[in-house]
């Protein structure tokens, strides 16, 4: 039993030996082939890679391996390679065929596709890609539309504040809280003061004096000068604020009245009072009791940035919405403008007149200001988004036709509604592109300076003296369009 077990052993180790002798002979002969199928006997086959022939040895370099790139096939227009670069990182390139670091087989790039006369030319899947998209630039009128924020609040022209010029105590008032209408001539308290007391008595005193002198036929500059004492006394009353009624019924019923009603002078709001219960309250000279404001028309605190006071001045028509009212639109117009702008906010405070005569508005409500004017007139415009800000330059890339784009330096001016003045830099009729242009304006300047490395020499660094600015120009461009 066991000799039997032994000779299975045997068998098996005998049959695999000649499995792997085959098999290792099988790889021999594959290898002494080549891949082409040359070197016909297995001899210089396994010989090949120390005797090949040049011709042989020419015809497999020129052959494309598996995933690499054929440097040597004729193409029907005879493209002239510059160099290879790494589909996503174009900062890696290699005068030869490869893989990039990241495993990727390097790209051919061609010589009819480096930039000329200051453009570049790209290829159509490149265009597919990245969705690359153009408008036109044209001429016409940019009307500017401005909208910001502001905070109602009184007019100040209508603010009316009640104040005595005498010392007394308030007796009785009408009116005790804020937010109170009151109307033109309505009452307000009843305040007595020694001081009016004492004028009144004066007043009657002279008009008594003037009455005897004339019954008694005195002399008439003796009357005059009575006279005048009580033009004097009833202009005192006047100076204290009492009314011309309230003189007339004083000398009507010739009797002097301990307290003196005190009239509202405006008809609006009580929007402040002093203290909080008014009745037994002393009051001073130049002392404020209450203020009234009308809200028939309203003041809101606007606030403008500083590039947008080139377009407003005062007198200007806006459009006033708030969020109370989503339907509903006021009028306006732009009174005065603050005289320095706030620092903290770089904003300069406008105060808009707001016509409220179904009083809807409120002080301090939050309001939206639109403000329409003509801007620029018959000038050259592109859309916003074709204009790359490096922070020193702003660049926009001209499509030229036939995959050619250029890159060009433009200067600014009133931009409004996605579309911008530009100055100086292009003109109408041209085409630019609206996306992806930094992707093309960084690889026309990282191709130009691919060839001032490869090629050398004085013509290429004075060509790319400016390139290399712009260069660093665009990728800042790119990473602000990226972020916003």
Do not use: C
């Amino acid at each position: 039993m066991k000799g039997t077990k032994d000779v299975h052993r045997v068998l098996f180790v005998v049959i695999g030996v000649a499995i792997g002798a085959g098999g290792m002979a099988l790889l021999l002969r594959d290898r002494a082939g080549g891949p082409s199928g040359m070197g016909g006997d297995s001899g210089a086959g396994a010989h090949g890679d120390m005797t090949m022939p040049a011709e042989a040895e020419a015809g497999r370099e020129g052959m494309a391996m598996p995933g690499e790139s054929d440097p040597g096939a004729e193409t029907p227009d005879a493209r002239e390679i510059l160099y290879w670069r790494a589909p996503m990182d174009p900062n890696y390139t290699s005068d030869q065929p490869g893989k990039s670091p990241m495993g990727m087989d390097l790209v051919p790039v061609y010589a009819d596709e480096a930039a000329t006369d200051g453009g570049i030319r790209v290829s159509r899947s490149f265009l597919q890609n990245f969705a690359v998209r153009t408008a036109m630039v044209h001429r016409g009128n940019l009307p500017v539309s401005i909208r910001t924020v502001g905070i109602l609040a009184h007019n100040e022209e209508r603010v009316v504040s009640v104040q005595t010029k005498y010392e007394g105590w308030i007796e009785r008032a009408s009116v005790n809280n804020v937010g109170e209408t009151v109307e033109r001539g309505d009452v307000l308290f009843e305040i007595y003061s020694p001081q009016l007391v004492t004028t009144q008595r004066e007043f009657l005193g002279a008009m008594e004096y003037v009455g005897r002198l004339r019954e008694g036929g005195a002399y008439a500059q003796a009357i005059e000068r009575a006279q005048s004492l009580l033009e004097a006394a009833r202009e005192r009353l006047l100076y204290w604020d009492m009314t011309e009624e309230q003189i007339d019924a004083l000398a009507e019923s010739e009797t002097v009245t301990r307290t003196v009603t005190v009239f509202a002078p405006a008809t609006g709001f009580i929007v402040d009072k002093i203290g909080d219960s008014m009745e037994g309250m002393k009051l001073s000279p130049g002392m404020t009791v209450m203020k009234i404001a009308d809200h028939s028309t309203l003041w809101a605190e606007t606030e403008f940035y500083e590039d947008d006071l080139r377009h407003v001045r005062e007198g200007q028509a806006v459009t006033i919405e708030a969020d109370a009212f989503p339907e509903r639109e006021w009028s306006g117009r732009i009174l005065f403008f603050r005289p320095a702008v706030n620092p903290q906010t770089r904003t300069l405070t406008a105060f808009v007149e707001v016509a409220n005569p179904n009083l809807r508005l409120r002080p301090m409500m939050y309001v939206n200001v639109a403000v329409r004017t003509t801007g620029a007139v018959d000038v050259v415009m592109a859309p916003a988004e074709a204009v790359l800000h490096s922070g020193t330059r702003t660049v926009a890339i001209v499509a030229k036709g036939g995959g050619v784009f250029e890159p060009r330096e433009v200067v600014l001016g009133t931009e409004s509604g996605g579309m911008v003045e530009i100055a100086a830099g292009l003109v109408a009729g041209e085409t630019v592109v609206v996306s992806s242009q930094f992707l093309i304006d960084s690889d026309a300047n990282l191709r130009a300076a691919i060839s001032q490395v490869l090629g050398g020499g004085e013509e290429g660094d004075s060509a790319m003296a400016g390139d290399s600015a712009m260069a660093g120009d665009s990728a800042a461009a790119g990473a602000h369009r990226h972020h916003n």
